[in-house]
C-alpha cells in the first residue's frame, strides 16, 4: 500500500563532517545548535594538517580519503567544515561521493552578498583557499559588479591553536593583515577559515562595529538544514542524536582546543590509525580507485 503523500521521510544516519583537525568543530557546533535531532559523525585529520599550505591536488587526495572513511560509517550526507579543501575539492568530491556533499564556500559567499550595502567585500583565508580564488569566484557568479579584497592569514592558524586569541602578538599581526581591508573600506568581512570564528572579537575590534563577520559555518548549517528538508533526509524528531568524534592523530591540548571550538564539553574523542585504515582497504579496491583517479584528474584539470 502506498504511503498517504502527507506522511514525511526520515533518515536517521548521521551527517559526516570532516576537517583538516579540529578547527571544524566550529562547523560542528552550528550544526548541532540548528540541527539538534541529527547524529554527526566527525573526522579530523589532525595528522596531516595544515591543508592551508599544500597543494590544491594533495588536498583533493587527502578529502576523498576523509570522505571514504565518512561513507564507512554509513552517513547520508558529507559537510566539507575545511574552507581549504572546500575551495580546492568541491566539484571533485561531488563526482565521487555517493551521498550530497555540502562546503562551506558557497554558503559564505551567499551570505557575504545578502550582507553588503557597498558592495566592498573582504575575504580571510589560508593560502591555498585565497590562491583558489573559490571565495570570489562564487560571489561574483552571483553578483559580478563588486569590488572584492583578499587577504590570506596564514599565522591566524597556529596562533589560535596555540590559544593567544587576545594576545598583543595576535593584535599585530591582526592589523598587520588587515590593513588593506581597513583602507578599501570594506562593509563585509567573510572569515574563510575553520578557525577565524574564535578570532571574532579581535577582528571586530580593528575592523570597526559597523564591518560585518561572516561566519561560514553558521551559513554552512542552515544550508544542510534546507538540503536535509528538501532531499526528505532529516532525522526524526524523536531521534536521539549520537556524535562520534574521530581524528588521525592526539595532538598536545587536543580537548582544550577542541571544547574552545565546540564551546562545549568535548566527548569522547577515537584516534583512527588513519594509514592503516587506508591500507587496509586493500590493493584492490586503490588499483581500481587509482585509475579511475586519473582519468577523472584529467578532466578535472581539463575543466580548472
Ligand atoms: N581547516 C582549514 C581551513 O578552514 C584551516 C587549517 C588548515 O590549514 O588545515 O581552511
Not at 591582526?174 to 577559515?193: E, F, M, P
Request: charged letters at 20%; proline letters at 7%.
Amino acid at each position: 500500500m502506498r504511503a498517504p503523500s502527507n506522511i514525511t521521510a526520515h533518515d536517521n544516519r548521521p551527517i559526516g563532517v570532516f576537517d583538516s583537525g579540529i578547527g571544524g568543530l566550529t562547523v560542528v557546533k552550528e550544526l548541532m545548535e540548528h540541527l539538534p535531532n541529527e547524529s554527526i559523525v566527525y573526522f579530523g585529520d589532525t595528522a596531516r594538517i595544515p591543508y592551508g599550505t599544500k597543494s590544491p591536488d594533495t588536498i583533493r587526495r587527502f578529502a576523498l580519503e576523509d570522505s571514504i572513511f565518512l561513507l564507512e560509517h554509513q552517513v547520508k550526507m558529507i559537510v566539507v567544515a575545511c574552507n581549504t579543501a572546500s575551495a580546492t575539492s568541491l566539484p571533485w568530491l561531488e563526482q565521487w561521493v555517493p551521498v550530497p556533499v555540502v562546503g562551506v564556500i558557497e554558503p559564505g559567499a551567499q551570505a557575504a552578498l545578502s550582507a553588503t550595502r557597498t558592495r566592498r567585500i573582504g575575504v580571510i583565508g589560508t593560502a591555498t583557499t585565497i590562491r583558489s580564488r573559490a571565495y570570489p569566484e562564487s560571489i561574483r557568479q552571483r553578483q559580478p559588479h563588486l569590488d572584492i579584497i583578499e587577504q590570506a592569514c596564514p599565522l591566524f592558524v597556529p596562533l589560535i591553536e596555540e590559544g593567544w586569541l587576545e594576545e598583543e602578538a595576535t593584535f599585530l599581526i591582526a592589523r598587520r593583515y588587515l590593513q588593506s581591508l581597513v583602507d578599501s573600506q570594506v562593509d563585509t568581512v567573510v572569515l574563510g577559515c575553520t578557525h577565524y570564528p574564535l578570532l571574532k572579537p579581535v577582528l571586530q575590534h580593528i575592523l570597526g562595529p559597523d564591518v560585518t563577520l561572516i561566519d561560514s559555518g553558521q551559513e554552512t548549517a542552515r544550508v544542510v538544514a534546507q538540503r536535509l528538508t528538501q532531499l526528505g533526509l532529516t532525522a526524526h524528531p524523536d531521534h536521539t542524536p549520537q556524535h562520534r568524534f574521530f581524528i588521525s592523530d592526539l595532538p598536545h591540548m587536543f580537548q582544550e582546543i577542541g571544547e574552545r571550538f565546540l564551546q562545549r564539553p568535548l566527548p569522547s574523542v577515537e584516534t583512527v590509525n588513519f594509514d592503516a585504515f587506508l591500507t587496509g582497504k586493500g590493493q584492490n579496491f586503490w588499483a581500481s580507485f587509482q585509475s579511475a583517479f586519473s582519468a577523472k584528474k584529467d578532466l578535472v584539470n581539463h575543466e580548472e
